[in-house]
């Protein structure tokens, strides 16, 4: 069932923050048609005069109760710790029927903290486009971000299935890849595969600032070696990533075990020389960046080098 | 005082191993004339084709004692665990006067494994290229992987600084900045700006390999959250970071104790929510990325969305 391409999937879409995503989701909802009308507001008076520069956005007001009148779809795009603040303000005035979305990192939290300020007539569809850069604020945006990635719903048991249909159809049509779970497989999925990974890239990154022993200009200097790949991790958004570990707490502080009780296995085969064992890891590991090329998450060009003067290669 | 950029730097440099960095140092040098003649061999016969296929060599012998008769410079670019064999088998057929180095991301072993297999009238200035790319073998390898990038010389004290000098000249000539310092240091530098990396990346994928909960194809489906970055670092080669584990033991378990201190103490703050600790710690690992972009070690475009589909953007 294709959805037909050039009529738009809703008539008001409004976006509550405009930052690397919010402003990505605009940007990529014009150039497809996807809405009639894109509201898109931010708290920040700062954020909302680069919006109104921008020009990616039909309509800027001040406040969000005001961005939300009338609107089919609501997506707050604020960081995870400001959607339960957000839906209090709103909530009077969203439209009887309209859906609310959001597009954090975290999904049982942000059910438990917006679910009850909504009023019973309205809809709440939680999503996660995992898809991102380094980057945040309004600048940072493009309407490309989302393309040939997943975006995850996970909506609260016994959501409506014509709400969850229109938007899953809205991000479809974004150019993501749509998959449904609960929020508790989505936030234990997300734990491993993201929050993890940043939470030891920004400890790596930690550890070398504070050494007595290696200099700061020493450390900046041979990061080629593979620490700068964690810099740019751990360069991200510090906002949005305290609120993710402060609201996934359970399922970071499981992962987090995981790798932990890893990692000592591992510290003891260095420390006994066992080669073998460091060697069968090393080869296992390789599986899975094989299949994150095959499923199209990423490109086989070598990337240590830096692309600016690394021809492609594959092999 | 620069370098006469015409003149080789030397008659003739022998290569032992065809891998990423020999068939690149190989290949910059007939790109830069830096010597007059290359020779590049490799313990197997398979790559030793592929290497006469790709013609970056004027000769390619089957043996290692065969390629470095009349050598000026011999670098060995095997891993860092074969360097101590592969100094027996040559150290006999040595030019006297000539110079070995290697490439090797460890220095104190590679010293202690090297020296005393070579004869007292040749000089042994290891080097070490902080470059790379997670692919290997000698397709991999390209003439500018060293543009840009720096090399650390580790000489043994007391080393012959006309020696010294003739590496450092050859390594500045391929593009590389070059630094000097004691093997020691140089071991305790790179065990936290490439060895604990590498390994924490190889361990997280690992750990991700081997949950009950979460599939290994939603880990690869949802990878774009940050988990991917660190699949890059663990799909290198896997008999080199076994060797250099087992060859940098202590500065590895060192700073891994490091790493694993601070990251009890981030778990701590999670546990507890403490948003404020959080907070803290991201915003001031974004000065070292930053340092890293400006000394030109990266470039600030956006890498999460990937290349391919990232109009670049700085900020």
């Not at 005035?93 to 979305?101: F, M, N, Q």
């Not at 597009?103 to 995992?130: C, D, W, Y």
Request: aromatic share 6%; glycine share 8%.
């Amino acid at each position: 069932m294709a959805p037909k391409q050039s009529s738009p999937v809703i008539e008001r879409l409004a976006i509550i923050g405009a930052g690397l995503i919010g402003s990505s989701i605009a940007r990529a909802t014009k150039a497809r048609g996807l809405a009639k009308t894109v509201v898109v507001t931010d708290h920040s008076p700062t954020v909302r005069e680069r919006v109104r520069a921008l020009g990616f956005a039909d309509e800027v007001p001040d406040a969000a109760a005001e961005a939300v009148v009338d609107a089919d779809l609501i997506i707050l795009c604020a960081p995870v710790g400001a959607n339960g603040d957000i839906a209090r303000e709103i909530g009077a005035w969203l439209k009887p029927g309209s859906i609310v979305s959001d597009v954090g990192s975290v999904k049982s939290a942000v059910i438990a903290a917006v679910q009850p300020a909504l009023p019973a007539s309205v809809h709440f569809v939680p999503a996660h486009p995992v898809a991102g850069t380094e980057y945040s604020g309004p600048d940072a945006g493009f309407a490309e971000l989302f393309e040939n990635r997943w975006c995850i719903l996970a909506p609260p048991e016994g959501e409506d299935q014509a709400a969850v249909a229109v938007v899953q159809e809205f991000w479809t049509r974004i150019g993501s890849n749509v998959e449904i779970m609960t929020p508790a497989h989505h936030d234990l999925v997300l734990a491993i595969t993201s929050h993890v990974p940043h939470l030891i890239a920004y400890n790596i990154v930690g550890t070398a600032a504070d050494l007595e022993t290696v200099t700061q200009s020493e450390v900046i200097k041979f990061s080629a070696g593979g620490f700068r790949d964690f810099t740019r991790i751990a360069a991200s958004d510090p906002t949005m990533w305290r609120d993710v570990f402060l609201n996934n707490k359970e399922a970071v502080l499981e992962m987090l075990g995981r790798f932990n009780e890893d990692l000592a296995a591992l510290q003891r085969m260095i420390r006994w020389g066992d080669g073998d064992g460091l060697f069968e890891l090393f080869t296992r590991t390789r599986a899975i960046r094989r299949g994150i090329i095959e499923q199209g998450q990423e490109t086989p060009a070598a990337d240590f080098g830096r692309r600016a003067s690394t021809p492609d290669k594959a092999q």
